[in-house]
């Protein structure tokens, strides 16, 4: 599945392996914000390995975090990620 499909979809299912064991987990898209811009990565409501992790961020192209582990696509790093969210300031006028 594509990067752009997963975001749209709001989640993705994965194969992992855990201690020799094949599971299904679903993976969600969570946005973080911070400060005016949102950072996006993927979580699952279960614990992942780190091996598996790797694996998964090197397929999908998109942050997987597991626990306290943040795992990037190699050569990305969290500004890669980011959401910019540009909003125009906002004047305010009084008429007499």
Known sequence: MKK???????????KIT?????QTHRLDVVKEKSG???FYYLRGRF???EAE???LAEELQ???RSKDTLVF???????????VNITQPTVEA???
Do not use: C, H, T
């Open 47 to 49: 614990a992942i390995p």
């Open 53 to 55: 992790m790797i694996r």
């Open 62 to 64: 998109l942050p997987i």
């Open 73 to 83: 696509p190699k050569g990305k790093g969290r500004r890669d990620f980011i959401e």
């Open 18 to 22: 855990v201690s020799g064991i094949r």
């Open 4 to 14: 752009d499909d997963i975001l749209r979809q709001g989640f993705v299912i994965v």
């Open 94 to 96: 009084e008429i007499e």
């Open 36 to 38: 005016n811009d949102y």
